[in-house]
């Protein structure tokens, strides 16, 4: 009898594999593998097997197995020319089923030979990894005993069958008979999450980068009562989101395994105990049960440092670079990782470089010398290295190819994304004396942002932010870094003038490949975001209004619509709900402290406010027949729509609905908003006496048209602005403007202008919140003279917002040097440096100018 398929058939009806529509038992398997053992044929064949996260898959895999053959598992759908040309399989299984290509093996294949693993990632060579039996078993035993699995879990697949990591998930599982739960979707997608939660599952494994879209998901916040533990490996994770999903997992009931591991050792070398993850999040912890590390120092490392050796039962037979290396035997005794590290007296390892052309990014292993050799064929000249978590690239001005076009060029290579690569352009590559490359000098060249007036993009963020530039992550993006609307205002318009245009979503990218995006292109014509130029057409229409200079009114419930825009743009960032929550509270205090503030001195000075106004509650304290109670209008709505939304927020089962679909909770919102507008029945709501319910629908549009990302979404929220305007205002004129306005921000997401123009609406913009808290005040002073009175209303808050930028740059100087500040910008910059910079947590846009001016 096969011993694969007794083992599994050990197991009884235990339930084996778990898919979207059936489920299927240990000895249903067993069947199912023997017949695909069979229908590979009693000869030993090398089999290249198309893998997905499917039945199909893991029963050929396994028949595989039992029946002696070597299989090759690839990402199904990739290209496989280069290995089908190089070792010509036998067998080729994809989604149609068993294609034999000939009779009889042409290979020589040794008789502990079980399996070949892809160890470069995407960039296609075919040198290849040799597995043998005892390999992956003794890795499966060592994986499910430090993990304590049991026939009692199920683990979920995030990860492909054709990467060692995911495919070590498997092994490890079906030799404890716990359940696996087949399926090739992502942990974005609600189907995942009802899959994993219905079938009760109690484990999944996730790369680095899975973890960040779990953060975008609300994953903290989410109910699952059956997990018990997650791991994490394929590439090292910030420490301080190690520590915070260890936390996570203490306060929720599970664990987290930070595991550390190589194709070449059948996927696992390292392991970190969960209970250390909190005080230890930076290293790799200890070796596997059965493996041993140990370090070999060398001459170009510091005492106590060196290469990474590791020793155990599942390091490979040797590498395979031609059909010939398939019939040897082992050809090595230990593993050297080419990894720099180093050991702490608590027996812990801690990675500390590469001394290798081999990086990983994003779960993939990439071999640069490759890549280099790929971008050649493609007719570019380059030096590849990596810096961090980044590749470093070079590349001959051939007076053809941008930077950019560089950029997205090796991205595509070496299959990671965009912002992972910074390129530059040389006219010679760089060369030591010895003629061998100077990576270093790669690094160098690649880290000068290619400004072509030498403007520094990081000097730039910290003047508009005012923060210190060294504390600047330019792994960080404009929201990481503590922007909010005043900030994005300023920060477009001079990031325009840098680069010559905005690359969409430029606000959250990382500032690194922001740099690396745009090559600057100085023209007499700007790019203006539609969005600031609505605010600066909008203030100047409300004090033009105001000051009775012209009458053109609507432009105040544009700017609730804009609002409602940045608060779906910046505030529903992908953060942990309890981080949603501390932004949005800074949020309310944005447009609350300078309301209140004004409010104060005018009451002292004159006798425009009433008390109720230093409550931002006029509308529902009074007293409703004084000039009051329409002056800040705008203000008041805003501020209790942000306190109505944040304790919405505050549920999870809302924050997890409005993290899987964005546009469907904005919309909902929206039907919400129209109820409302209507006052239909059951509401029993007065037009007057609650106005500010019914202006939300204005604020949930704009909402909504930021979540809007199809065509048909778009189209769904024009024609809601169509309907609900009709009648609105009894007045056509105005609901023609306030549409027109909609449709510019739903529509078009920017405008081309004079540079002078653009720089124009940037100034308006940002001080668009102090002219309108101040010019109520200010145009009267001039009496007749409307239009001086509106210029220098325009101008006394253009003033006020440079002087209060400049405290704030000073506050927050003093609050660098000292490590304390004072008064709301300084607590802002300190929370933004501990939480955003250093945990890349996403902080909200304030919008703090999510005000306008009143509806007369």
């Not at 199912?32 to 090398?46: K, W």
């Not at 030979?113 to 960039?123: K, V, Y």
């Not at 501990?834 to 919008?847: M, T």
Request: aromatic share 8%.
């Amino acid at each position: 009898m096969n011993p694969i398929v007794e083992a599994l058939r050990a197991h009884g009806d235990r339930i084996a594999v778990v898919t979207d529509t059936q489920q299927v038992s240990y000895s249903t398997l067993a069947d199912l593998v023997s017949q695909a053992s069979t229908a590979l044929g009693p000869e030993r064949r090398l089999v290249l097997l198309e893998a997905r996260n499917d039945l199909p898959t893991l029963v050929h895999y396994l028949g595989a197995l039992a029946g002696g053959h070597v299989s090759m598992p690839v990402p199904a759908g990739g290209d496989h020319r280069e290995i089908l040309r190089t070792y010509s399989p036998d067998t080729v299984i994809d989604a149609a089923g068993i294609h034999h290509r000939r009779a009889h093996s042409t290979h020589r294949l040794h008789d502990d030979l079980a399996l070949l693993m892809s160890t470069s990632g995407s960039t296609g060579s075919p040198k290849l990894v040799r597995l043998s039996h005892t390999n992956l078993a003794s890795n499966a035993a060592a994986i499910a005993e430090y993990l304590g699995i049991s026939e009692t879990d199920r683990a979920a697949t995030t990860l492909p069958m054709s990467y060692c990591y995911g495919l070590s998930v498997v092994n490890s599982h079906l030799l404890r008979g716990a359940a696996l739960i087949l399926t090739d979707r992502s942990v974005v997608d609600d189907e995942f999450w009802d899959l994993f939660t219905r079938h009760r599952a109690t484990t999944f494994a996730g790369v680095p980068h899975t973890f960040e879209l779990l953060d975008r998901i609300g994953f903290d916040s989410m109910d699952l009562p059956h997990l018990r533990y997650i791991t994490q490996a394929g590439g090292q994770m910030a420490p301080d989101r190690v520590r915070r999903f260890a936390a996570l997992g203490e306060r929720r009931g599970w664990q987290l395994f930070v595991m550390y591991g190589a194709t070449e050792a059948t996927a696992r070398i390292a392991y970190l105990p969960p209970e250390l993850a909190l005080s230890h999040p930076e290293t790799i912890g200890r070796a596997i049960p059965g493996g041993s590390l140990s370090i070999r120092p060398g001459a170009a490392w510091p005492d106590g440092t060196g290469e990474l050796i590791y020793r155990g039962a599942n390091v490979m037979l040797g590498y395979a670079q031609q059909p010939e290396d398939l019939a040897l035997g082992a050809s090595v005794e230990e593993l050297r990782t080419g990894d720099i590290a180093r050991c702490g007296p608590d027996g812990l390892y801690q990675i500390i470089g590469r001394s290798s052309r081999f990086v990983k990014l994003f779960g993939l292993r990439i071999d640069l010398d490759r890549l280099q050799a790929a971008l050649a064929d493609r007719g570019v000249t380059v030096l590849c290295t990596d810096d961090g978590d980044t590749l470093a690239v070079a590349a001959v001005d051939a007076g053809g190819a941008t930077a950019s076009d560089v950029q997205q060029l090796t991205a595509i290579a070496a299959g990671v994304p965009a912002g992972a690569v910074r390129a530059v352009l040389v006219a010679e590559l760089p060369r030591l004396v010895s003629g061998k490359p100077d990576y270093a000098a790669v690094r160098t060249l690649a880290a000068e942002p290619p400004f072509s007036d030498g403007s520094d993009l990081r000097e730039m963020f910290a003047d508009v932010l005012h923060l210190p530039a060294e504390s600047i992550d330019r792994d960080a993006s404009f929201v990481d870094l503590g922007g909010n609307s005043l900030s994005y205002v300023a920060m477009s318009v001079r990031l325009e003038r840098a680069l010559g245009r905005l690359p969409k979503d430029w606000h959250r990218m990382a500032l690194r490949e922001l740099e690396y995006s745009c090559t600057p292109r100085p023209r007499r014509r700007a790019t203006v975001e539609t969005s600031v130029a609505l605010r600066a057409a909008a203030i100047v229409l409300i004090v033009g209004s105001h000051a009775e200079l012209f009458a053109l009114w609507g432009g105040a419930h544009v700017l609730l619509g804009v609002a409602g825009y940045n608060f779906g743009r910046f505030c529903l960032t992908p953060v942990p709900r309890l981080t949603r929550l501390r932004h949005l509270r800074n949020t309310m205090a944005w447009i609350a402290v300078p309301s209140i503030a004004w409010v104060a001195i005018a009451l002292i000075l004159t006798d425009d406010y009433h008390a109720s106004n230093l409550l931002l509650a006029n509308k529902f304290l009074g007293p409703h027949d004084s000039m009051t109670a329409g002056r800040l209008w705008f203000v008041e709505v805003l501020f209790w729509i942000l306190v109505a939304l944040t304790a919405v927020c505050a549920l999870p089962g809302a924050d997890r609905w409005e993290r899987r679909r964005p546009f469907a909770f904005a919309a909902a919102f929206l039907a919400l908003g129209l109820v409302l507008r209507y006052d239909l029945p059951g509401f029993g709501l007065g037009r007057d006496a609650w106005f500010t319910v019914l202006a939300f629908w204005f604020f949930a549009a704009g909402w909504a048209a930021a979540k809007a990302t199809a065509t048909w979404q778009r189209v769904i929220v024009t024609l809601v602005l169509v309907v609900g305007l009709h009648g609105y205002f009894n007045n056509s004129g105005r609901e023609t403007l306030v549409l027109a306005g909609f449709a510019l921000l739903i529509w078009l997401p920017a405008l081309r202008c004079p540079a002078v123009v653009a720089t124009g609406c940037g100034i308006l913009a940002e001080a668009s919140l102090y002219i309108y808290l101040t010019h109520y005040q200010i145009y009267p002073l001039f009496g007749d003279h409307r239009v001086i009175g509106v210029l220098a209303a325009l101008i006394a808050g253009v003033a006020l917002t440079y002087v209060v930028n400049a405290a704030r740059k000073y506050v927050a100087s003093v609050a660098a040097g000292s490590g304390h500040g004072y008064g709301l910008r300084s607590w802002c910059a300190l929370v933004t440096r501990r939480f955003s910079i250093r945990k890349r947590r996403r902080p909200c846009d304030a919008d703090s100018e999510l005000w306008t001016a009143g509806r007369r």
